[in-house]
C-alpha cells in the first residue's frame, strides 16, 4: 500500500532562517506532488505542484520554493525564513493525470516563526 | 469555471442526531467530487468520492454524500454523530479540463455536542 510521510512534525525557527521540510511517498511511482499551506482557521492553499522530477509550478508568488530531486521525494524550502510563513504545511500525492483520483495527505508540518 | 461552496462555516449537532455538512459547486464539466475530514494537527483524510457513477456514495464511518446534478449539490450526511466526529470536513471538485485543476472548499467546522 501507499504511504506519505511528512517530516519534521513540528517547527520553530527564527525570522531570517532558513527552512526545509521533507515529503516522500511510498509504493507508488510517477505521482503528482503537493505542498499547501493552511493558515490557523482557514482552507488550503496550493502551494507547488509537481507531475514529475525536476518539473515544478508554483500556484502563488512567496518566499517559498520547491524541488522534487527524485521520483518521490519532495522538498518545501526558504533561504529566509518570514513572519508570514507561519502555518500548517501538508505535502500529498495523487495518482498522475487522472482528476477522478483523491488526493492522499500527510500529516503535515506545524511552522511557527518567531 | 470551477468553484465549490461550504454553505456552513460551523455546524453544532448533539451526539446523536443526524449530521448534514452542504457544498455546492460549479463546473464546465463532468467534475469528481470528494469529502475529506481533518482532526487537529493532522492531514486530511479522505472520506469518499463520486466519479460519475452512483450518485449515492457511502465512505468511512458511516458517513454518505448525494450527488444532485440538477442542484449542483453534493451535501455530506450521517444518520447518527458521534463525538470523534468532531473535526473539519473540506468538500474538492476536481475536473480535467485541458489539464486538471482540484479546488477546496473553505471547510466546515463540525461540533458535537454530549
Known amino acids: 500500500s501507499q504511504t506519505i510521510h511528512q517530516w519534521p512534525a513540528t517547527l520553530v525557527q527564527p525570522v531570517g532562517s532558513p527552512l526545509s521540510l521533507e515529503c516522500t511517498v511510498e509504493?507508488?511511482?510517477?505521482?503528482?506532488l503537493y505542498w499547501y499551506r493552511q493558515a490557523a482557521g482557514r482552507g488550503l492553499q496550493l502551494l507547488f505542484y509537481?507531475?514529475?522530477?525536476?518539473?515544478i509550478s508554483s500556484e502563488v508568488p512567496q518566499n517559498l520554493s520547491a524541488s522534487r530531486p527524485q521520483d518521490r521525494q519532495f522538498i518545501l524550502s526558504s533561504k529566509k525564513l518570514l513572519l508570514s510563513d507561519s502555518g500548517f504545511y501538508l505535502c500529498?500525492?495523487?495518482?498522475?493525470?487522472?482528476?477522478?483520483?483523491?488526493?492522499?495527505f500527510g500529516d503535515g508540518t506545524r511552522l511557527s516563526i518567531l | 469555471a470551477q468553484s465549490v461552496t461550504q454553505l456552513d462555516s460551523h455546524v453544532s449537532v448533539s451526539e446523536g442526531t443526524p449530521v448534514l455538512l452542504r457544498c455546492n459547486y460549479s463546473?464546465?464539466?463532468?467534475?469528481?467530487l470528494f469529502w475529506y475530514v481533518q482532526h487537529p494537527n493532522k492531514g486530511l483524510q479522505l472520506l469518499l468520492k463520486?466519479?460519475?457513477?452512483?450518485?449515492l456514495v457511502k465512505g468511512i464511518n458511516g458517513f454518505e454524500a448525494e450527488f444532485k446534478k440538477s442542484e449542483t449539490s453534493f451535501h455530506l450526511t450521517k444518520p447518527s454523530a458521534h463525538m470523534s466526529d468532531a473535526a473539519e470536513y473540506f468538500c474538492?471538485?476536481?475536473?480535467?479540463?485541458?489539464?486538471?485543476?482540484?479546488?477546496f472548499g473553505a471547510g466546515t467546522r463540525l461540533f458535537v455536542k454530549a
Open positions: 463546473s464546465s464539466y463532468s467534475p469528481s
Open positions: 500529498a500525492w495523487s495518482v498522475m493525470t487522472h482528476s477522478n483520483q483523491p488526493q492522499h
Open positions: 509537481s507531475v514529475g522530477i525536476g518539473q
Open positions: 463520486y466519479t460519475s457513477a452512483a450518485t
Open positions: 474538492v471538485v476536481s475536473e480535467e479540463a485541458g489539464g486538471f485543476k482540484t479546488i
Open positions: 509504493g507508488t511511482s510517477n505521482p503528482n
